[in-house]
């Protein structure tokens, strides 16, 4: 346990506390402050939005060109802050914690945290964080318990239980491993451990609050309500994985009390938490986030952009401005019981590469996972996966719900793509003992032909 670092969290807790109630002015005018000083420090510090930047240096945040991370990749010894470090020293690193199994929480050099990322689209990011700013990360997913109405003291610690990946390299697992202590006893728990494994796990160690992907707490609720799970958590917490409004009942059903959707990322940390009446609102204070069209526009508040543009304001060894994210997010607007005024964060659809290209009548015509959710979310009693492949659509099922059958589940698909005005495309329905997932342990709703690189 770093004593200096888990001192740091438990100040950043308490003087954040403060900032729930700020009004919308305040707010803003620490956006303000807070963009100033990352855009001095970028500036000063890398090279690569120097030049990324050039002629703008003055210009507001919304004519600056957006970084993707292919951007970051393949710029990122002129990209950070630090000239010390390099991508490929980083990479030795991370590739040195996966083949040992070492302990992800013990800072590289003595002074960084590491993590990467390789979502649906298979793109590998690694990033990187000193002391200060990891202190905030850990702060900023502590925030989600302390919205969430969830205490954790001395005389209560906070037993967690985190079924997700056990990649050492995961940022759960270096959040995990960095934030355990007698305050926060954590159970870590594989996602792809065979399901009896996890439910002797679980009703050993009866945590107080349990957090996964949708895609693990779903069948988890499954087993509560089968009686072979016996777990009475304070709150149910949901991450890394769009939370249907099904799955999200059913997670209520068995544990008697509607889940909490966290949005997060890797690259940003936490984004949007719920508060006790399950709004989420948006970490105002320490990011920028702007829903934007296809085209880089931005959207109206009410409206779902195509993706999504960040800027983390404590970001400095690795400076996120405008990181485009393939996230279809809505914002709402402000005002909420509890008093808060960080803006409020309403539907989170899913990202680009989750819609399918399908063969239509006039071409190909464009397929979100809702369509899927329609038929499938019933019918899949622990969760369906639709993975796309050269022959046509393959849909796993993982149980089959009561009065379910696999032909029906076939026929209602193929009315809802023809529905949707899809021709031609072959629909082969399963059922699996588990879904795939990705090297992080996640399992997407839907899988295209091909993963780009």
């Not at 005018?29 to 990352?38: C, G, I, N, S």
């Not at 990467?116 to 318990?145: D, H, K, P």
């Not at 659809?349 to 369509?371: A, C, F, K, T, Y």
Request: glycine share 8%.
């Amino acid at each position: 346990m770093d004593l200096r670092l888990i001192s740091r969290v438990v100040f950043l807790r308490a003087a954040w506390r403060r900032r729930d109630h700020w009004d919308a002015a305040r707010i803003t005018a620490h956006q303000d402050h807070a963009l100033q000083e990352l855009r001095r420090a970028a500036y000063a510090g890398s090279e690569f939005y120097r030049r990324h930047h050039t002629g703008l240096h003055d210009a507001p945040l919304d004519q600056l060109p957006p970084v993707t991370k292919a951007d970051l990749m393949a710029h990122f010894d002129e990209a950070v802050t630090t000239p010390d470090l390099r991508r490929a020293d980083l990479e030795a690193h991370l590739r040195s914690l996966t083949e040992s199994g070492g302990d992800p929480g013990v800072p590289w050099q003595g002074r960084w945290w590491a993590a990467a990322t390789a979502g649906t689209t298979g793109r590998r990011g690694t990033f990187i964080w000193n002391r200060s700013e990891w202190g905030t990360v850990l702060a900023s997913y502590a925030r989600a318990n302390d919205w969430a109405g969830i205490s954790a003291g001395p005389t209560r610690p906070l037993k967690m239980a985190l079924v997700s990946s056990r990649v050492p390299t995961h940022q759960s697992a270096v959040v995990g491993a960095s934030l355990r202590s007698r305050l926060v006893p954590t159970l870590r728990l594989d996602v792809t451990a065979p399901m009896e494994d996890t439910v002797a796990a679980l009703n050993r160690f009866q945590p107080r609050i349990l957090v996964g992907y949708a895609s693990a707490l779903k069948p988890l609720a499954a087993e509560q309500h089968a009686g072979r799970l016996h777990i009475s958590p304070q709150g149910v917490m949901s991450a890394s994985e769009v939370l249907t409004p099904h799955t999200a009942a059913e997670l209520e059903a068995a544990w008697g009390s509607a889940p909490f959707d966290v949005y997060a990322a890797t690259e940003t940390a936490g984004i949007a938490s719920p508060c006790t009446y399950r709004n989420r609102h948006v970490y105002e204070d320490l990011l920028i986030i702007e829903p934007v069209d296809q085209d880089g526009n931005p959207v109206p508040p009410g409206t779902t952009g195509a993706r999504l543009l960040v800027t983390v304001l404590f970001s400095r060894t690795l400076p996120l401005i405008r990181y485009e994210m393939s996230d279809s997010v809505r914002l709402g607007g402000r005002g909420c019981p509890c008093g808060r005024a960080f803006t409020l964060l309403g539907d989170i659809e899913g990202r680009l590469e989750d819609i399918l290209n399908l063969p239509g009548r006039q071409g190909p015509v464009s397929i979100h996972p809702i369509v899927f959710h329609h038929v499938l979310d019933e019918a899949g009693s622990a969760g369906w996966q639709v993975i796309q492949e050269a022959s046509g659509l393959r849909v796993l099922l993982a149980g089959l719900a009561p009065g379910a059958s696999i032909e029906g589940v076939r026929a209602a698909v193929i009315g809802a793509l023809n529905a949707a005005g899809v021709v031609e495309t072959r629909v082969d329905v399963q059922l699996a003992d588990h879904l795939e997932r990705t090297a992080l342990g996640k399992a997407p709703f839907v899988r295209g032909l091909a993963a780009p690189h």
